[in-house]
């Protein structure tokens, strides 16, 4: 048996964690312990956690320890540690992103917290992230002095510092695969609908998915597998079953690459492309099929439709916050027409059909994560202008390691998907994730 200094959790994913419970080379206290060792020697510089429940975490790992040794297994989960995105409810903790002091604790946990303890996850805590025009303190693991990307700040801090193997985050525009790409982590961001949204703080309904960081493909084919899945509680989930953990790579074949040659990179900087470059001829010479794709001129009315955001995100404020007193000004936002939005979900439906047809053709849309790697000083958490459209438009995006930057900095290369082919997306960029490898564990001393 291993004891908590000797676990290498810079190494380990959530998959292996849950293997060595599971063949009792390891108990999940080992693991919370072990955990809890490397948070407490990286957080100084890192800052990823807004709170950390020590003691329910100890509570947690007790009872699945005790469930490991009579041979009871909650689910493939049991006794991996896991880091949650402050805007989600979870039991006992308050939500930090409400604002205000003596803030009560939750009721009860959102439907993708609940499934993670069904499966036997420990709830190590929240992590920081972006509220308003307030920016967390924290840091980004490669290098502190550049921001870990927002508003997921805190969740890709903690996997990209390996504290824990996989956190769960939330993109509305960008805010889950550009931290991920910044801290050199994977990160999926869903189709809209795979994971419900009960008890995840709302910026826009049509907008927001639940997002998750984490190592490998293989670890977030597995957390999918597990949050997935209708929900009563969440109207807008499909009505089918989550997609399988196992994404069976010895069938995977080489995949269909679109390499986007329009949009994207006017908005990127040279080291983005170059990192595109590269990996699209690494995945090439390794027998994938990489074709330049120039989108449709209308594809540009995906940077269009923030009165979607705006006029959602106005509405559920308006139960929050008063206009102001000196001004008597409320958001702008309040004051788009009803038509203008009507009109903008016309052609979000219509762009969506259009580009869903193109992928008869391609496994994966290629393109930057992000414009370049993560800035300089904490006053801006990046650019999501090249996430925006895919969530917007709610096809599964991925990203993967783009390598690093000649200063040092991890890059992304992000992958979308068809439309509800996010299982298909996470075998083909398993097979790319082979070909192009991942970034090892921050310099960090532990």
């Not at 297994?73 to 989600?88: A, N, S």
């Not at 989550?242 to 069938?251: E, F, I, M, Q, W």
Request: proline share 10%; with cysteine; glycine share 10%.
């Amino acid at each position: 048996m291993t004891t908590s200094q000797e676990i290498p959790l810079d190494n380990l994913s959530a998959g292996e964690i849950a293997s060595i419970v599971a063949r009792g080379q390891s108990t999940p206290e080992e693991i919370v312990e072990a955990t809890l060792i490397r948070i407490h020697s990286l957080e100084g510089i890192v800052r990823a956690w807004s709170l950390l429940d020590v003691t329910g975490a100890r509570d947690q790992a007790k009872v699945l320890t005790e469930e490991a040794k009579e041979g009871r297994l909650r689910g493939p989960l049991h006794g991996v540690p896991v880091g949650i995105k402050d805007e989600f409810h979870v039991k006992g903790m308050p939500t930090g992103m409400r604002g205000g002091e003596n803030i009560p604790p939750e009721p009860e946990d959102a439907t993708c917290v609940a499934r993670l303890r069904a499966a036997g996850a420990i709830i190590i805590g929240k992590t920081h992230m972006v509220v308003g025009s307030k920016i967390p303190p924290t840091r980004n693991p490669w290098n502190p002095d550049h921001t870990p990307g927002g508003t997921s700040s805190g969740s890709a801090a903690a996997v990209g510092a390996r504290m824990v193997p996989f956190a769960i985050g939330e993109q509305t525009m960008g805010s889950n695969l550009r931290p991920a790409a910044f801290c050199g982590v994977s990160a999926l961001k869903p189709t809209y609908g795979r994971v419900s949204r009960f008890g995840c703080y709302p910026f826009s309904w049509s907008f927001d998915h639940v997002g998750i960081v984490g190592l490998s493909m293989e670890d977030l084919a597995l957390v999918l597998s597990v949050i997935a899945g209708p929900d009563p509680r969440d109207p807008s989930t499909y009505n089918e079953p989550p997609p399988p953990a196992n994404l069976d790579l010895g069938s995977v074949s080489p995949p269909r690459i679109g390499l986007i040659r329009n949009f994207f990179p006017e908005r990127s900087e040279p080291v983005a492309m170059n990192a595109v470059e590269a990996g699209a001829s690494s995945l090439r010479d390794a027998g994938a099929k990489v074709s330049d794709l120039l989108l449709p001129e209308d594809f540009d009315l995906a940077w269009k439709l923030r009165p979607l955001f705006g006029g959602e995100s106005s509405v559920f404020h308006a139960y929050t916050e008063a206009p102001d007193p000196a001004t008597n000004t409320v958001r702008p936002a309040n004051l788009i027409p009803s038509t203008y939005y009507l009109q903008a979900r016309r052609v979000r439906s219509w762009l969506a059909m259009r580009i869903q047809a193109i992928f008869n053709n391609y496994d994966a849309f290629l393109m930057p994560t992000a414009p370049g790697p993560a800035p300089r000083g904490l006053e801006s958490t990046g650019d999501a202008i090249l996430l925006q459209p895919w969530s917007f438009l709610g096809f599964p995006a991925i990203s993967i390691s783009g390598g690093l930057s000649p200063e040092g900095l991890p890059l992304g290369l992000q992958l979308v998907g068809a439309r509800k082919a996010d299982y298909h997306l996470l075998r083909s960029m398993a097979w790319c994730e082979k070909v192009l490898g991942k970034l090892p564990a921050p310099p960090l001393t532990a």
